[in-house]
């Protein structure tokens, strides 16, 4: 068992999943270096958690009728209907937020998904390695949001806010007191049953 907020307890759940789910193309590369990513951060923080979860790899068509806006809302959708504790989209479709006037990175819900758009990533570098390298680091932004552990002050801090893709390239770790707040958060996720997490949109990742 493990300590819940309100001072009761969680039971250990077995079979708790993190599904990354690639819509539309995708290549090797990025499927491998966001499920590394994913698979090291977990295993920096397993002997806290009250399970390890598998990390699975699925893949969908892109969905019709994306609009030329907020374009995460029919991702979202998609993502409803997959099972997972925590559930991640990868997209190379532009997410454009109208209230902002700009392409943002991702978008998270406080239901365990979260979606990422590559989009800016492939059009504002132009190496590859370095695109990876950032790609791996945003995936466990997206991962914050989706496990709803708040954005960070710490500028060097991979939960810090980011506005352009050079922000990822100072970010090197993840802060001590965002280890607890994901500690914390993936206990929960990890041990509530799928699909009963909540349906609140988060702010996006700027």
Not at 130 to 156: H, P, W, Y
Not at 186 to 204: C, N
Request: proline share 5%.
């Amino acid at each position: 068992m493990i300590s819940r907020y309100d001072g009761g307890e969680y039971p250990i759940k077995k079979g708790s999943r993190i599904i990354l789910v690639f819509f539309g193309d995708t290549t090797p590369d990025l499927e491998e270096v966001l499920e590394n990513s994913l698979k090291q951060f977990i295993d920096s923080i397993q002997v806290d958690l009250p399970v390890i979860p598998r990390i699975l790899c699925r893949y969908e068509s892109m969905p019709r009728n994306i609009p030329p806006h907020n374009q995460h809302r029919v991702f979202f959708s998609a993502l409803q209907k997959i099972n997972g504790n925590i559930v991640l989209g990868i997209t190379g479709t532009e997410f454009y937020d109208p209230q902002l006037s700009r392409y943002v990175f991702c978008y998270g819900q406080v239901d365990g998904r979260g979606m990422l758009s590559t989009y800016r990533f492939r059009k504002e570098t132009n190496n590859s390695r370095l695109f990876l390298e950032r790609l791996g680091k945003q995936v466990i932004r997206v991962l914050a949001m989706a496990s709803t552990v708040d954005s960070c002050f710490d500028t060097n801090c991979i939960i810090s806010l980011h506005q352009r893709v050079e922000d990822l390239d100072r970010n090197w770790y993840v802060c001590e007191p965002c280890r607890k707040d994901f500690i914390r958060n993936l206990a929960f996720f990890l041990s509530v049953p799928e699909g009963r997490q909540g349906t609140l949109l988060l702010p996006e990742c700027k």
